[in-house]
Each structure stands twice: as structure tokens, then as C-alpha cells.
């Protein structure tokens, strides 16, 4: 069965530095979404991607937010510069005509 | 309260019982879904709703949708000690462009054997 999937799988990093989350969405969707959960929290929409443009994005994804679908698979997470309040789980997900499907998830810790 | 509002926040039961979990949200909605999500794991889907639709069944799971009360059931029998999860219900908003999800802050069940 078709799945999404995310790497790192856990990323640890320093405060101020550029993160790149990387997802691969199931092949044959057209809509892609990045979501985030801290830790012990309800899961956040941060964006939303179709059509090779940021369709819809809430307030958390502010200018230190990026994303890109560089190539026809890979669909990444930019955080420009990394604040100890960015560590979470980060969810990409896709979906075609029907519900999203969700990759694993990658754990940021930022330090 | 804010959208997709799950109760109760934890429930523990023993093997064999019936779990529900309720989910309350406050605007139009084209479809409600259920997603589960084991512990510090990704968000598994379980079963979608739409807006016009009331009871909808998938193996032991009975979900229902009072759009009028703006309220959703999730109703696990049988539960097995593998149905520890917590259990989110998320919202698509009537007219969202992309059908961006709001999650509620979830149910975390504890099935004991």
C-alpha cells in the first residue's frame, strides 16, 4: 500500500540554524500539507501546497517558514532560523480526491 | 471552546468493553474524520464522515454525525488492549479551499487487559 514518508526521522539542532524537513507524498496526489503537533498538543496546520504554490497557510507559518516541492517527489519544510519553541513533531501529509494520508512524522528538538 | 473539541480528554477501560470518545465543533463542515495516533507515533485515519451523512460503520468502529448539535461520536466495541491510542477528530471547514484539517485536542484511550 501507497504511504507517505518523512526523514529525518528525528532532528536535533541549535538554535538559529536552517532546518529541512523532507517528505515524499504518495505519488499520484495533488494537494500536500505540512502539520505540526507539540509536544502533548492538539496537531496544527501549518500549510498547504497545490498546483506547485502555497495555497493556504495559518499563522504559525510565518517568514521563518518555507516550503518547496523541488522535484517531482520530494515535498520539504524550510525553518529559516530555528527558536526553542519550533521543536515538535512536524506531520507531512497528502491526499488526493479523498481523506490526507500522513507520514510518520519527524521529531525537531531545537537546543 | 474551540474547533473539534474531543471528550473525554482520557478514558481507561478494560478489554472487551465499548469506548466513545465525543467530538464538538463550531462551524459549517464539509466532513468530520476520526484519525488515531499512537504515542509519539503519526496520525493514522480511520474513518471519514460527510457532512450529509449520520452513522457510518467500519469493522468495530461506529461513528455518527449530528451536524445540527455540531457534535460526532466515535464508539469502539470490542476494544483490545491494542486500541490504546489517542483519537483525534478533525474537521474540514465548509468551503476550505484545500481542505486544510483542524484537529481537536484528542481522547487518549487506555484499553487494559
Known sequence: ?111 | SQQGEEDPQALSIQEGENATMNCSYKTSINNLQWYRQNSGRGLVHLILIRSNEREKHSGRLRVTLDTSKKSSSLLITASRAADTASYFCATVNYGGSQGNLIFGKGTKLSVKP
Request: include cysteine; hydrophobic fraction near 30%; proline fraction near 5%.
Open chain 1, 1 to 111: 500500500e501507497p504511504e507517505v514518508t518523512q526523514t529525518p526521522s528525528h532532528q536535533v539542532t541549535q538554535m538559529g540554524q536552517e532546518v529541512i524537513l523532507r517528505c515524499v507524498p504518495i505519488s499520484n496526489h495533488l494537494y500536500f500539507y505540512w502539520y505540526r503537533q507539540i509536544l502533548g498538543q492538539k496537531v496544527e496546520f501549518l500549510v498547504s501546497f497545490y498546483n506547485n504554490e502555497i495555497s493556504e497557510k495559518s499563522e504559525i507559518f510565518d517568514d521563518q517558514f518555507s516550503v518547496e516541492r523541488p522535484d517531482g517527489s520530494n515535498f520539504t519544510l524550510k525553518i529559516r532560523s530555528t527558536k526553542l519553541e519550533d521543536s515538535a513533531m512536524y506531520f507531512c501529509a497528502s491526499r488526493g480526491l479523498g481523506e490526507q494520508y500522513f507520514g510518520p512524522g519527524t521529531r525537531l528538538t531545537v537546543t
